[in-house]
């Protein structure tokens, strides 16, 4: 009798516990992730790029105070460590692009009260990297206008711009870098870079 009570209990227990936080089956679109990124304070940036070379993508990530330089982060010099621990060639992180088949480097950019966190990632790797901008008070960011779809050189992709002053200068898409560092009081400069094995 005990037995049957506990069966009765433990059954009605289970259908009470998986009706709740059911959903329908339809599928999340663009709009419901652009909606869930913009509520969450995540942008993102997404390029695809061929090459008629054998080379690999790599991401450049310069930082600016006043005009000045003050920090540079390499991708591929990043996992330079990581490699000695890992038992892959370099060319598995770091495939060689072709001319037909886009690689994409995707990134995606949270606000935080101090300034900014920025994930980049390849195909295979990623990693989050931190830049503090607490004496900014307007911040803002901008992808360029003149991407090639096939990369040659050292390509600057976004910038997340920022000034101390109460109004805060619209970056052009179509500047170029030399310009957009001088005119602003803080600026992070990301670039797609070719990556030779």
Same mark, same amino acid.
């Given at each position: ?92 992180f770091f495939p060689p692009m072709n ?7 995707r990134f995606y950019l ?27 008070? $307007? ?9 090639? #779809?096939? %990369?040659?050189?050292?390509?600057? /992709?976004? !910038?997340? &711009? ?5 109004? $805060? ?9 030399? #310009?957009? %560092?001088?005119?602003?009081?803080? /600026?992070? !400069?990301? &670039? ?6």
């Amino acid at each position: 009798m005990m037995k049957t009570i506990l069966t009765i209990v433990f059954s009605i227990m289970t259908v009470c516990c998986l009706g709740q936080g059911f959903n329908n089956n339809e599928k999340y679109d663009q709009q419901d992730l652009e909606f869930l990124f913009a509520k969450s304070g995540i942008e993102v940036f997404k390029f695809p790029f061929k090459s008629k070379t054998n080379s690999a993508l790599n991401i450049i990530i310069e930082e600016y105070v006043n005009g000045n330089l003050v920090g540079s982060n390499d991708f591929f010099e990043d996992f330079q460590p990581m490699f000695k621990l890992l038992d892959e060639p370099i060319s598995f992180f770091f495939p060689p692009m072709n001319d037909s088949v886009s690689q994409h480097l995707r990134f995606y950019l949270t606000r935080t009260p101090g300034g900014i966190k920025i994930s980049a990632k390849t195909s295979k790797i990623e990693r989050q990297y931190t830049f503090r901008s607490k004496h900014i008070k $307007l911040t803002q960011t901008r992808a360029f206008d003149y991407i090639p #779809k096939f %990369i040659d050189k050292k390509q600057p /992709l976004f !910038v997340f &711009y920022g000034t101390k002053k109460k109004d $805060l200068l619209s970056c052009p898409g179509d500047a170029n870098v030399e #310009k957009v %560092i001088k005119m602003y009081d803080y /600026l992070v !400069v990301v &670039y797609a870079d070719l990556l030779k094995h």
